[in-house]
């Protein structure tokens, strides 16, 4: 069975470094747990702001993390799982990365498609928490039309070397802003799981890709 990669064929070093920006990434918009009041007021932010914001919050508090900086699995899952997904549209991003695969997905396919999808990615790119240190994100000038309901959100991961492009795609929802899909040194999140699903369902169909997702995260966890 066909294992699904993280990337396209690339060099270790390549590799790690797209893990750790993408994981940078990804704990950018995690959010510590707020009033509701907090939350509302934060549905009425510009999607810059607000991932400005909160990236400036999660860096802080993953330095200040003794587990998530010594690599506790567990305390990594929890952040990510439970502060990010919130602002993520990750039914979108599934579609968009099995492409018009997923058109031919029953409920249930669908369904377990999301769950392993997520998994992978949480596996794949949580361990970058723990190397945050001095980074901070850096939100560029946004561009974009008055009432746009879908945006590019560009910034810059800046600390030891050259500042390195971190792109975000977002959507208005009527719960705020969502995330569907990262741009990790010049190659957009989705593009790259869209090409290698596309291979797995041609040859074994989806419950294909299902298999080999999960095949995927089961090695992932042995390992962990």
Do not use: C
Request: charged fraction near 20%; glycine fraction near 6%.
């Amino acid at each position: 069975m066909t294992v699904v990669s993280a990337t396209p064929t690339v060099t270790s070093a390549t590799l790690a470094r797209r893990q750790w920006l993408a994981g940078a990434a990804l704990a950018a918009l995690a959010l510590p747990l707020w009033p509701l009041a907090a939350r509302a007021q934060q549905t009425l932010e510009a999607p810059d702001a607000l991932i400005q914001r909160v990236a400036s919050e999660v860096f802080d508090i993953v330095k200040r993390d003794p587990a998530l900086r010594s690599g506790d699995l567990g305390r990594i899952m929890e952040l990510v799982d439970t502060k990010l997904m919130p602002h993520v549209n990750f039914e979108r991003m599934t579609a968009s990365a099995v492409g018009r695969y997923w058109r031919q997905a029953t409920p249930e396919q669908r369904q377990r498609l999301q769950a392993e999808f997520k998994t992978l990615l949480v596996r794949t790119y949580s361990g970058a928490l723990t190397q945050i240190r001095d980074q901070t994100l850096v939100i560029r000038p946004l561009r974009a039309a008055p009432g746009a309901t879908e945006v590019v959100v560009r910034s810059e991961i800046r600390g030891k070397g050259d500042p390195i492009q971190l792109d975000y795609r977002l959507e208005q929802t009527p719960t705020g802003w969502k995330v569907y899909d990262l741009n990790v040194l010049g190659v957009w999140l989705v593009e790259t799981y869209r090409t290698q699903f596309a291979q797995e369902i041609s040859a074994k169909g989806i419950d294909g890709l299902i298999a080999a997702l999960a095949e995927r995260n089961r090695a992932n966890a042995q390992s962990g």
